[in-house]
């Protein structure tokens, strides 16, 4: 399984942008990289998925570099109600099981 | 929109006893997944399930531990005899597939137990 490197926290203001970068220097060929963002007492939540080049959703965008050892996601015009711990996962699939390793996250701390 | 639904939201019990923690996953998906997370600690895989069987499980899902998908929409967690350690959330979460690109785990909003 591949493992993650994130920054363990950020700081942003309200309305910028916030690009969270994550390493993952092992990530085998048939690896998604998934993004999740954790609320305190609240399960985690998908916010995106990708493989390669740039994924964009309502809420976010995913930027994949060609060698894939790296992802960053991208908040756009971030506000108080994004802080949150944002996690970076890459799994491998496991005859027919997809377990999720998380490592401790991004505290994403968005101030007015 | 569908959700993984989880009661309850808080369970107080004492030690030794037994607790089962219940979820009910998306409809359409097929596996099916707990986690835990210790206060202030990382969320921890326990169990991932598919055709009605375990396919995978963590050092942490002990024989202490046992799922069960009892009928077509519920799947549950028990824990037989419960410890203080056992303290924590308890997170299910639903995929419709294991295939990579299609294993998009969902999680549901977890359940506190807290045992005394």
């Known amino acids: 399984l591949a493992k993650t490197t994130q920054p363990i926290s950020m700081d942003s203001y309200e309305g910028q942008e916030v690009n969270i970068t994550c390493s993952h220097n092992?990530?085998?060929?048939?690896?998604?990289i998934t993004w999740y963002q954790q609320f305190p007492s609240q399960g985690p939540r998908f916010i995106i998925q990708?493989?390669?080049t740039k994924v964009t959703n309502e809420v976010a965008s995913l930027f994949i570099p060609a060698d894939r050892k790296s992802s960053t996601l991208s908040l756009p015009r971030v506000s108080l109600s994004d802080t949150a711990v944002y996690y970076c996962l890459v799994g491998a699939r496991m005859d027919s099981s997809y377990k999720l390793i998380f490592g401790s996250g991004t505290r994403l701390l968005v101030r007015p | 929109e569908p959700e993984v639904t989880q009661t309850p939201s808080h369970q107080v019990t004492q030690m030794g006893q037994e607790v089962i923690l219940r979820c009910v996953p998306i409809s359409n998906h097929l596996y099916f997944y707990w986690y835990r997370q210790i206060l202030g600690q990382k969320v921890e895989f326990l169990v991932s399930f598919y055709n009605n069987e375990i396919s995978e499980k963590s050092e942490i899902f002990d024989d202490q531990f046992s799922v069960e998908r009892p009928d077509g929409s519920n799947f549950t967690l028990k824990i037989r005899s419960t410890k203080l350690e056992d303290s924590a959330m308890y997170f299910c979460a639903s995929s419709e597939a294991g295939l990579a690109g299609k294993h998009t785990q969902y999680f549901g909003p977890g359940t506190r137990l807290t045992v005394l």
């Open positions: 990708g493989y390669k």
């Open positions: 092992n990530i085998a060929t048939n690896d998604y």
